[in-house]
C-alpha cells in the first residue's frame, strides 16, 4: 500500500492529490494540509508528498509541515521509498537543510534534461507539466540533482543512501484535470508529447520489488 498525502491547503485547488491517488494502483488517500498528524509510515511500502498553493517558507504553515519534516526523516532512517511532487520536491529538500525560493508563475509544458541516472526517470520523455511558482535553489544534505530546466539546475533530484526522489513537474497531470488551473497554456507541446504518469508507475514498481 502506497500512501498519498495531499498538501493542497485550497480545498477548490484540491484536485492533484486525487489524481495521483488514481494513477497508483494500490494506494491510500490522506489529505495531510492543517493540523492532522500524518499516518506512521512503517504501515506502508511507500509515500508520495503531493503539490500544493502553498509555499514551504511560509510561517503560518509551518505547524503541519513539522510532523512531515519528521516524517521525511523517518523514511530515510527506514529507507521506506518516497517520493515528491513539487511542493513534495521542495518540501523534502526544504526538510534537508536546502533552500526554497519564489520564482515566477509558470503553468505549461517544459523541457527537462536529465543529469543522472535515476529509477524513477526511466524511461520518461523530457517534455512534462509543471504548475509552480517556486523553485529549489539549494539541494538538502544528501540530494543530488537528477534532472534539469533552462531555468532551474535542480529540477529533480535523489537521495544518496535512501529510496527518495523528487520532481518539479506533475506527473499526474494529465488532460483529465487540465482545464481545472485558470493559467494552464500547453504552449507549442500536446499531452501526446508527454509520458510523466511513467513517474507513478516507476515509483510503484519499485515499492512492490
Not at 136 to 147: D, I, N, Q, R
Request: some cysteine.
Amino acid at each position: 500500500m502506497i500512501l498519498v498525502l495531499d498538501n493542497e491547503v485550497q480545498p477548490d485547488y484540491r484536485f492533484l492529490g486525487p489524481e495521483i491517488d488514481r494513477l497508483l494502483p494500490d494506494s491510500e488517500y490522506v489529505v495531510a494540509a492543517g493540523d492532522k498528524e500524518p499516518p506512521e509510515p512503517d504501515a506502508y511500502d511507500g509515500i508520495v508528498l503531493s503539490g500544493s498553493t502553498a509555499s514551504v517558507y511560509e510561517i503560518e504553515h509551518q505547524s503541519w509541515l513539522e510532523p512531515q519534516y519528521d516524517l521525511i526523516e523517518r523514511c530515510i532512517d527506514k529507507q521506506i521509498p518516497l517520493l515528491g511532487i513539487c511542493f513534495g520536491h521542495q518540501q523534502v529538500n526544504y526538510a534537508l537543510g536546502g533552500q526554497v525560493e519564489e520564482d515566477c508563475r509558470r503553468s505549461r509544458f517544459i523541457e527537462m534534461e536529465q543529469t543522472n541516472s535515476d529509477e524513477i526517470l526511466t524511461d520518461v520523455e523530457p517534455i512534462v507539466p509543471v504548475l509552480h511558482s517556486d523553485l529549489v535553489t539549494e539541494l538538502g544534505s544528501g540530494m543530488e540533482a537528477t534532472a534539469k530546466a533552462s531555468y532551474n539546475e535542480f529540477f529533480c533530484s535523489t537521495h544518496h543512501d535512501a529510496p527518495l526522489w523528487t520532481v518539479q513537474f506533475h506527473p499526474e497531470f494529465t488532460t483529465r484535470v487540465s482545464d481545472r488551473p485558470s493559467d494552464w497554456n500547453p504552449d507549442e507541446y500536446t499531452f501526446a508529447d508527454s509520458n510523466a504518469t511513467l513517474v507513478l508507475e516507476n515509483f510503484a514498481n519499485y515499492c512492490k520489488s
